[in-house]
């Protein structure tokens, strides 16, 4: 009887130490995989990154910015006016999670340049607005609180009426507002965005995407896990060509990135959980859509497979006054990878109300 037992235990051990090994060794590879994957950053990465973090660093919102209160909340805005008289003004809606600052420079540059008035703004969640920390996952807020925010950043600075330019779930905001203040909205530009996320007749978010995602994400945690301003940087920089796949403006990334752990609150992941929310609670909007008698332009990527294109085209046939852009061999990312050319063809989208 005795030894048997002995036999039982050294079986157990010799399974524990198999199991210990394959784990270890599993866990070695993963390590070793983190930190030699992922995109390959330019020669010239390291040096851009020294002058940024060697230099004084620039002020990236140089319009008027301030704070209203809207549902209880403080919500931070900019407001930047383009040399001489304004065409009118363009209200900017980004995406989930994001914040005013993840406006490329460059796509807010274009608007102000072609004469028009921007406003950006921190949802609430993010940025300089204020974080809901009291936030109830069974009475969460929804799409239309946060139209809700943008709409009183407008009443605010006392703008009648406004382009509404939106974003992923920026664009789902941009639709509540048009529904709920259509009198507010000169033109809708809906870029890689729906009118109901979870319609069963159309192609939704596929698991084998959403694993894809988030295993292409592993590989940034190396810049994460070596912590310090440079390597935070060289993970948003990472990020950014593996996203576009296109040559993108190093120094001016490592100055957002920079701003943003310096002079900012950072990124709150409770946030994006929280936006995540209100778009679920939010129900279909394509019955109060065909009502909405607004010229829209619908601005999608073929290959978008985080929100296919055929939302953005069912947006098209129940807007009215809608056409599309469809943008061939792009998926759910921005800017984008033509963003000089669809720039003029938003600019032209504005100017088509006089």
Same mark, same amino acid.
């Given at each position: 009887?005795?030894?048997?037992?002995?036999n039982?235990?050294?079986?157990?051990?010799?399974?524990?130490?198999?199991?210990?090994?394959?784990?270890?060794?599993?866990?070695?590879?993963?390590?070793?995989?983190?930190?030699?994957?992922?995109?390959?950053?330019?020669?010239?990465?390291?040096?851009?990154?020294?002058?940024?973090? &060697?230099?004084?660093?620039? +002020?990236?919102?140089?319009g008027?910015?301030?704070?209203?209160? !809207?549902?209880?909340?403080?919500?931070?805005?900019?407001?930047?006016?383009?040399?001489?008289?304004?065409?009118?003004?363009?209200l900017? &809606?980004?995406?989930?999670g994001?914040?005013a600052?993840?406006?490329?420079?460059?796509f807010?540059?274009?608007?102000?340049?072609s004469?028009?008035?921007?406003?950006? #703004?921190?949802?609430?969640?993010?940025g300089?607005?204020?974080?809901?920390?009291?936030?109830?996952?069974?009475?969460p807020?929804?799409?239309?609180?946060?139209?809700?925010?943008a709409?009183?950043v407008?009443?605010?600075?006392?703008?009648?009426?406004?382009?509404?330019?939106?974003?992923?779930?920026?664009?789902?905001i941009s639709?509540?507002?048009?529904? &709920?203040?259509?009198?507010?909205?000169?033109?809708?530009?809906?870029?890689?965005?729906?009118?109901?996320?979870i319609?069963?007749?159309l192609?939704?978010?596929?698991?084998? #995407?959403?694993? !894809?995602?988030?295993?292409?994400?592993?590989?940034?945690?190396?810049?994460?896990?070596?912590?310090? +301003?440079?390597?935070?940087?060289?993970?948003?920089?990472?990020?950014?060509? !593996?996203?576009?796949?296109?040559?993108?403006d190093?120094?001016?990334i490592?100055?957002?990135?920079?701003?943003?752990?310096?002079?900012?609150?950072g990124?709150?992941?409770?946030?994006?959980?929280q936006?995540?929310?209100?778009?679920?609670?939010?129900?279909?909007?394509?019955?109060?859509?065909?009502?909405?008698d607004?010229?829209?332009?619908?601005?999608?990527?073929?290959?978008?497979?985080?929100?296919?294109?055929?939302h953005?085209?069912?947006?098209?046939?129940?807007?009215?006054?809608?056409k599309?852009?469809?943008?061939?061999?792009?998926?759910?990312?921005?800017?984008?990878t033509?963003?000089? +050319?669809?720039?003029?063809?938003?600019?032209?989208?504005? +100017?088509?109300?006089?």
């Amino acid at each position: 009887m005795h030894h048997k037992k002995a036999n039982t235990l050294k079986r157990r051990r010799r399974a524990m130490i198999i199991v210990g090994t394959i784990f270890l060794t599993i866990l070695a590879g993963l390590t070793i995989w983190i930190l030699i994957a992922g995109p390959k950053l330019p020669p010239e990465t390291d040096a851009i990154i020294d002058e940024v973090l &060697n230099n004084e660093l620039p +002020e990236l919102f140089v319009g008027k910015t301030g704070v209203v209160t !809207s549902d209880g909340l403080d919500i931070w805005y900019e407001c930047i006016s383009p040399e001489g008289q304004s065409k009118g003004t363009v209200l900017l &809606n980004i995406g989930m999670g994001g914040s005013a600052l993840d406006w490329p420079p460059k796509f807010v540059r274009e608007f102000v340049d072609s004469g028009y008035q921007v406003i950006r #703004y921190d949802q609430r969640g993010t940025g300089m607005s204020d974080w809901v920390a009291d936030w109830d996952n069974k009475n969460p807020y929804s799409l239309v609180d946060m139209a809700g925010d943008a709409v009183a950043v407008l009443d605010s600075l006392e703008i009648n009426e406004a382009h509404i330019v939106g974003l992923s779930m920026g664009g789902m905001i941009s639709q509540e507002i048009a529904i &709920n203040h259509p009198d507010r909205v000169t033109t809708l530009t809906l870029m890689l965005t729906t009118g109901h996320h979870i319609d069963p007749e159309l192609p939704g978010l596929t698991s084998r #995407y959403f694993i !894809s995602s988030m295993v292409k994400g592993i590989p940034f945690l190396k810049y994460r896990i070596a912590g310090g +301003e440079k390597n935070l940087i060289k993970g948003r920089i990472a990020q950014t060509i !593996s996203g576009l796949g296109y040559d993108v403006d190093i120094k001016e990334i490592a100055e957002v990135a920079l701003y943003d752990l310096r002079k900012r609150k950072g990124f709150n992941f409770k946030g994006v959980l929280q936006h995540r929310k209100a778009v679920d609670v939010t129900p279909s909007r394509y019955e109060k859509l065909e009502t909405v008698d607004i010229p829209t332009l619908v601005i999608h990527g073929t290959e978008d497979q985080f929100m296919p294109i055929e939302h953005g085209k069912k947006l098209v046939e129940i807007i009215p006054n809608a056409k599309g852009l469809w943008i061939d061999d792009m998926g759910h990312i921005f800017p984008f990878t033509d963003m000089d +050319e669809i720039m003029k063809d938003i600019i032209r989208h504005l +100017e088509t109300v006089k």
